[in-house]
């Protein structure tokens, strides 16, 4: 089982939290009764009053809370599978692992923060076929394509800056890693480069020539500051041969030169996260196709079952009556 909306189930600690608060008030209620009706009185005042049942009926309130939270968080279980004829392109989303996206000019990095935009762009990618490519001094393709769009955010979620031992920035071999990628699909084409544009080792241009020639459009999506910003190292920060402090910058003349080459765009993406919403709205502009023969996986939402069992233990809750039955 997986949640749509996991953020939800934070609701679960406030549940808890009332849970505490109910038993507290509950204690408090209990010693106020002892004091105001000593000895045989409380049992006189609370004779009719069956302890039992009013313990089931907070249980079925619980209860109800709980799988209300559930049902808010969107759980979801089974595939559907079936054969997609629906308009779309292929998305291969190119992320740079290298240490200096761990530079902390976006918070809480580079990194992290490009992964958390991209799931919301994932998302609005749905329907489209959409692969992974993680590099930085060398690349490999994390998740193929496909258009399970679960499938590639726990892909996703799995990419940091341990992933590839090779140091450096190899801009072009992650281009043609996500050409190699495509395969011999006839779809419109899109490669989503997300990195600080810092190539410290192979041959950027040469690789958006190959592009160029295959049609396939280079949207450069530039993370981090024009002013820079440290490396985080063991110690402090990343230093060169000198002790100096190394900053790490967008090279924003070659993110646009890649772009521009393939009739794509370069963003600069800053801490409000515009330029992702831009970035989408170029991709969904590309003119589409129908993606033929290819596999359609969708979760299915389960949220109404939780629904019924809130609205089940409600009802349950609101029939028990606290008196107890008279013989």
């Not at 309130?61 to 779309?88: C, D, N, Y």
Request: with cysteine.
């Amino acid at each position: 089982m997986i949640f749509g909306e996991p953020i939800n189930l934070w609701w679960l600690l406030i549940a808890i939290g009332l849970i505490g608060l109910e038993i507290v008030l509950w204690n408090k209620k209990r010693q106020l009764i002892n004091v105001l009706f000593p000895g045989e009185l409380a049992g006189l005042m609370l004779r009719n009053w069956d302890k039992r049942k009013n313990l089931i009926k907070r249980v079925f309130f619980v209860l109800a809370i709980f799988f209300l939270v559930l049902a808010l968080a969107r759980p979801q279980w089974g595939q559907k599978t079936e054969i997609s004829g629906r308009m779309g392109i292929d998305v291969m989303i190119a992320i740079d692992v290298s240490k200096s996206m761990l530079a902390q000019d976006l918070s809480p990095n580079r990194l992290e923060n490009a992964k958390s935009s991209l799931n919301l762009i994932i998302d609005e990618l749905a329907g489209n076929r959409i692969g992974l490519t993680a590099f930085a001094g060398s690349s490999f393709v994390n998740c193929p394509l496909t258009t399970d769009v679960g499938a590639v955010k726990i892909f996703l979620k799995s990419i940091d800056t341990e992933l590839i031992p090779n140091p450096g920035t190899d801009i072009g071999g992650a281009i043609q890693t996500c050409m190699k990628a495509f395969g011999k699909s006839t779809n419109s084409k899109v490669i989503i480069l997300l990195t600080d544009g810092e190539e410290l080792s192979g041959s950027a241009l040469s690789a958006v020539e190959l592009a160029q020639k295959e049609g396939i459009r280079i949207f450069a999506v530039g993370i981090g500051s024009l002013e820079g910003a440290p490396i985080p190292a063991e110690g402090g920060f990343k230093k060169d041969k000198e002790g100096n402090v190394i900053l790490t910058r967008v090279n924003q003349e070659l993110l646009q030169a890649l772009s521009e080459k393939t009739g794509g765009r370069v963003f600069l993406i800053s801490q409000d996260r515009t330029g992702f919403q831009k970035l989408f709205a170029a991709i969904s502009a590309l003119p589409k196709q129908r993606l033929k023969g290819s596999m359609a996986y969708q979760y299915q939402d389960r949220f109404q079952i939780f629904v019924f069992l809130s609205l089940l233990c409600l009802v349950a809750e609101m029939l028990i009556t606290e008196r107890k039955h008279e013989k």
